[in-house]
């Protein structure tokens, strides 16, 4: 069921993130800072931000569609903050023969993460 993204503000409260579709239609994730008019697209690519899971100082937690281009698949992934072109994926190299679809808990602070494997099989 559809419902819309939830902005993850930034401890300071001067600034979030939030998951909305850029031009292209594709939903990716937006940092608005509250003295500006425009957001800045921290993600872009032929594929989708599911969602926004834990955000610290240092680096902002998605699930995502993007690896291998598989649309069907949620991997998760960790983009520093002070460099967006700093994105790691955390879960892509796993076990990608018997898990593609992976879901997440994080701790208070998110210190610690749990991941879910929910398949292929």
């Given at each position: ?120 099989g």
């Amino acid at each position: 069921r559809f419902r819309p993204a939830e902005p993850h503000f930034t401890s300071d409260g001067n600034s979030f993130y939030k998951i909305i579709s850029n031009e292209e239609g594709y939903k990716h994730i937006c940092h608005f800072q509250t003295d500006k008019r425009n957001c800045i697209f921290i993600t872009k690519g032929a594929w989708e931000v599911i969602g926004i899971e834990a955000l610290t100082s240092d680096y902002l937690y998605y699930i995502s569609n993007e690896y291998k281009g598989m649309p069907g698949g949620r991997n998760l992934y960790k983009i520093q903050l002070n460099d967006y072109t700093k994105v790691m994926c955390l879960s892509c190299d796993l076990n990608p023969d018997r898990c593609q679809y992976y879901s997440v808990s994080f701790s208070q602070g998110a210190k610690y993460y749990q991941l879910r494997c929910s398949g292929p099989g």
